[in-house]
């Protein structure tokens, strides 16, 4: 269920600075590693970062929803 966004340049978090993708489940202003994607748009990249990799298969820190 999740999607990803290209991070902005001035969020905190992993993977600032880089071209990598975010992974977000039910709020697509927030990635599931914390990083800000407020205005960004939705891209399909297969350069995803690692942290939203890492916690993609928790349960979702927003609404509880679980990949598997």
């Known amino acids: 269920m999740s999607a990803t966004l290209t991070a ?3 969020s905190t978090g992993p ?3 880089d071209e990598t993708v975010h992974l977000y489940c039910c709020d ?4 599931i590693c ?4 407020t205005d960004m748009p939705e891209v399909d ?3 995803n970062c690692v942290v939203c990799i890492d916690l993609e298969e ?8 679980e990949s598997g």
Request: hydrophobic content about 30%; glycine content about 12%; some cysteine.
């Open 15 to 17: 993977s600032v600075g």
């Open 28 to 31: 697509e202003n927030r990635a």
């Open 34 to 37: 914390g990083v800000d994607l």
């Open 45 to 47: 990249e297969d350069e």
């Open 8 to 10: 902005p340049a001035a």
């Open 58 to 65: 928790a349960p979702c820190p927003d609404c509880g929803w």
